[in-house]
């Protein structure tokens, strides 16, 4: 489903468009009318009902402003609430990923059933083979009985004609916390003590019910109040906004929505990797076992939560992000910072009490894809401006699964020529899981353990635009072009310990 057009990616691109026309206009009155502009006319476009679909567009809209849900059973308006959230240091209150109820299907959870390829066969091996005696034939066909039924999979094992499928709601498939529930209407619900905000749910239901809070609104509007607002920009940025847009086009684009300076997330990622090799060759095995990288923040969370033994495990060293926006606002002093990236969990980092005041807004891809589209941007006529120079390969490679370990082996190898150093690592936060069980076991003492939360890495953060596999094929180009290749080449390496 990732990296596919579809209604559901279409209505989340004119919902973040509305909402840039809006701040760039700033009467949020208009709010009203967006609903009415996302579903035009009088026909639905999949639902039953014209009525639902505006409702449920009027829920993503008051999300994208930062805003909560509004109850079902109370009569509000759209604009409840805007008078605190239509201001520039408004940030939105927990939880970040949302189920809007009526948006969702209510879609059969974890279940066999027998499909339409059942030829009845006198073999009846499904029904010989159920321990719980939950099959029978009825009209010549094999059913499953629900109710006995134990999930144990021995039915679908043994049928010659695959005719015994397994059914598991996306959402709940996707989440690798088994944070996801059912609530008395069947509808899903959120475990919020389990949930780490990766966003993996969020495109994987097929119904768009599942949507997260956004700070597009009070980007704008602090721009057009005047602050110096500085784009810190995750590496696999490039080739998102279209095959055509180089990064210097890319760089002149975000001059022409007001952003005073962009950045390279590479650079803190290349700060992150000095830290993180000087933490590990410092602490293993002396001080700690293993040592688990702190780039992630799901991974990191997810960590902490289930693994709350090995949690002083985990590296202390601050994300690339932070390093970035602390280099920003020491070269612009009172500058604002907006990280750009393709995760939805730095919305949920950036709400730290410790890191709130170096990032103030976090934007995703799809998100700036909105601006784009409300500035009306044509990158084709777009002349090309500078490019960026300051991140190295290994700092790029950090948005790809395996690009940290291999960042922090590369400079641990190059200063300690013959050291032991090894890594293993797990994307996806049911592998990270797997990863950390091992860990617990003591099977991994004196590793660098990498997780990731979402399958492949960043590239396939659920803030993206594009596939996993091409955004990964445009970062292994734009890590090709970078100026240096291991991260003690940076220009900012010697500010490491500066911005600790």
């Known amino acids: 489903m990732r990296g596919i057009p579809s209604l559901i990616t279409e209505i989340r691109k004119k919902v973040f468009t509305e909402v840039a026309r809006m701040a760039y206009s700033g009467d949020y009155t208009d709010m009203e009318d967006i609903p009415f502009k996302i579903v035009p006319g009088q026909s639905p476009l999949h639902r039953e009902s014209v009525f639902l679909e505006r409702a449920i567009a009027g829920e993503r809209v008051r999300l994208a402003m930062g805003l909560s849900l509004q109850p079902v059973q109370t009569r509000t308006l759209l604009t409840e609430g805007m008078d605190q959230a239509a201001i520039a240091e408004q940030y939105y209150e927990p939880p970040l990923v949302n189920i809007i109820p009526y948006a969702c299907h209510a879609c059969p959870t974890r279940q066999y059933r027998v499909n339409e390829l059942c030829q009845g066969c006198l073999a009846s091996s499904c029904q010989r083979v159920c321990p719980k005696g939950a099959i029978k034939f009825v009209n010549g066909k094999s059913r499953i009985d629900q109710k006995l039924c134990i999930k144990c999979g021995k039915c679908a094992r043994s049928c010659p004609y695959n005719a015994i ?18 609530d008395e209407y069947g509808k899903a619900c959120i475990d919020y003590d389990r949930c780490v905000s990766c966003g993996q749910c969020l495109v994987s239901c097929p119904f768009g019910a599942i949507v997260d809070k956004s700070q597009i609104y009070q980007v704008i509007r602090s721009m057009l109040e005047g602050n110096e607002v500085v784009a810190i920009v995750a590496p696999s940025f490039v080739g998102q906004f279209g095959k055509d847009v180089t990064v210097p086009k890319f760089l002149t684009a975000m ?10 997330v590479a650079v803190g990622a290349d700060i992150c990797t000095i830290e993180e090799a000087r933490d590990f060759m410092e602490k293993v095995p002396e001080e700690q076992r293993f040592m688990a990288t702190s780039c992630c923040p799901s991974w990191r969370m997810m960590a902490r939560r289930l693994f709350p033994a090995e949690s002083g495990n985990i590296s202390m060293t601050y994300t690339p992000m932070v390093y970035t926006a602390r280099l920003a606002k020491r070269e612009h002093p009172g500058c604002k910072v907006v990280f750009i990236g393709p995760c939805a969990a730095k919305k949920l980092e950036a709400m730290d ?3 709130r005041t170096d990032v103030d807004f976090v934007l995703t891809y799809e998100e700036l894809m909105g601006i784009f589209e409300a500035k009306e941007v044509d990158f084709s006529a777009l002349e090309a401006g500078e490019d960026l120079t ?3 390969s290994a700092g790029r490679g950090f948005a790809v699964a395996g690009g940290v370990a291999a960042a922090v082996q590369g400079l641990i190898e190059k200063e300690h020529p013959g050291a032991e150093f090894k890594t293993q690592r797990a994307d996806g936060l049911r592998e990270c899981r797997k990863l950390l069980m091992l860990a617990k076991a003591g099977k991994l003492d004196g590793y660098l353990l990498e997780g990731m939360a979402c399958p492949g890495g960043c590239v396939a953060g659920a803030g993206t635009v594009i596939s996993a596999a091409s955004a990964a094929k445009q970062l292994q180009k734009h890590m090709q072009q970078a100026s240096g290749t291991q991260c003690d080449e940076s220009a900012y390496s010697e500010l490491a310990d500066q911005l600790n």
């Open 255 to 264: 001059k022409q929505l007001g952003f005073a300076d962009v950045v390279e």
């Open 390 to 392: 300051d991140g190295t």
């Open 353 to 355: 009490h410790e890191i």
């Open 165 to 182: 499928t397994y059914l598991e709601r996306p959402c709940q498939a996707a989440c690798g916390m088994d944070a996801i529930g059912v």
